[in-house]
């Protein structure tokens, strides 16, 4: 299984493991420092479903990062 995802800090090829995928949006969303972040983009980026964020990154599952950065599941061989 490889995860497409072609947002914020993907790899050139666009094309990561599951693992590659949860450290980019760890390290890009997780981790980014908010307090200082332009008050804008802050609100495009934390308006999602019914989740408290940033905050509620840390909950976020794998299902829950592919939808909310659109990323899609190819299943190898296909």
Do not use: Q
Request: with cysteine; glycine share 6%.
């Amino acid at each position: 299984m490889s995860v497409i995802y072609d947002g914020v800090g993907s790899d050139p090829s666009h094309v990561h493991t599951k693992d590659r995928f949860l450290e980019i949006m760890k390290s890009e969303f997780t981790h980014t420092d908010w307090k200082n972040m332009n008050p804008i983009l802050k609100a495009i980026k934390c308006d999602f479903e019914d989740w408290a964020l940033p905050d509620d990154f840390i909950f976020f599952r794998f299902e829950d990062w592919l939808r909310y950065s659109g990323a899609t599941l190819k299943e190898e061989g296909l």
